[in-house]
């Protein structure tokens, strides 16, 4: 089973938006309303900021906002901030046959 | 407050085993599932398994069947992943992380453990 296909580096100014592709395939993106994101900052463990495809943990800025569209689906986070320098990453619930979790190669967020 | 502490840093040789044990408290410890995760040097994250506590049964990834073990302790609220035959590309940061969802996954971790270095090397 590959990795979901993340872009390996995005970068926006502060303020400004940006949105991170995941994609997938019918077996797991597309067939499932089961993908999270992860922020990673260096050094330390990962957080959600999405799950189940577009719901935010409590205490998640309302910043960060998912969506999905066929085998992709989307992190978009609107209002730079420095602190949101981070590595992001997706994962999925893998069905069919299959009772297991992927996770896309990662995104480094660079903000200018 | 969920907090998950893992074990410290390990060293092992290659064809050796490592066991890397997460203690929860803050919760039902028997009430959510907790699957491991690993984080190789500069690397993104890959899914080991999960294990649920009431009872124990584990599901591993096809990747590490056969070299992977998880138990866990419900006397100590401890959960346990043991990896064997250890090569260097098994060298990696190893995070527990829970699942929110009682009795069950949704397949997404709200908490994780600080992760466990485990350095493989001759």
């Known amino acids: 089973q590959s990795a979901l296909t993340q872009p390996a580096s995005v970068s926006g100014s502060l303020g400004q938006s940006i949105t991170i592709s995941c994609t997938g395939t019918s077996s797991d993106v597309g067939s499932y309303n089961l993908v999270s994101w992860y922020q990673q900052h260096p050094g330390k463990a990962p957080k959600v900021i999405i799950y189940?495809?577009?719901k935010r943990p409590s205490g998640v800025s309302n910043r960060f906002s998912g969506s999905k569209s066929g085998n992709t689906a989307s992190l978009t986070i609107s209002g730079l901030q420095a602190e949101d320098e981070a590595d992001y990453y997706c994962c999925s619930y893998v069905g069919s046959n299959i009772f297991h979790v992927i996770f896309g190669g990662g995104t480094n967020l660079t903000v200018l | 407050q969920v907090h998950l502490v893992q074990s410290g840093a390990e060293v092992k040789r290659p064809g050796a085993s490592v066991k890397v044990s997460c203690k929860a408290s803050?919760?039902?410890?028997?009430?959510?599932?907790i699957h491991w995760v690993r984080q190789a040097p500069r690397q993104g994250l890959e899914w080991m398994g999960v294990?649920?506590?009431?009872?124990?049964?584990?599901t591993y990834a096809q990747k590490f069947q056969g070299r992977v073990t998880m138990t866990r302790d419900t006397s100590t609220s401890t959960v346990y992943m043991e990896l064997s035959s250890l090569r260097s590309g098994d060298t990696a940061v190893y995070y527990c992380?829970?699942?929110?969802?009682?009795?069950?996954?949704?397949?997404?971790?709200?908490?994780w453990g600080q992760g466990t270095l485990v350095t493989v090397s001759s």
């Open positions: 294990i649920n506590p009431t009872g124990g049964k584990t």
């Open positions: 803050g919760y039902t410890f028997n009430k959510y599932y």
């Open positions: 189940e495809g577009s």
């Open positions: 992380a829970r699942d929110p969802v009682g009795g069950g996954t949704n397949f997404w971790f709200d908490s």
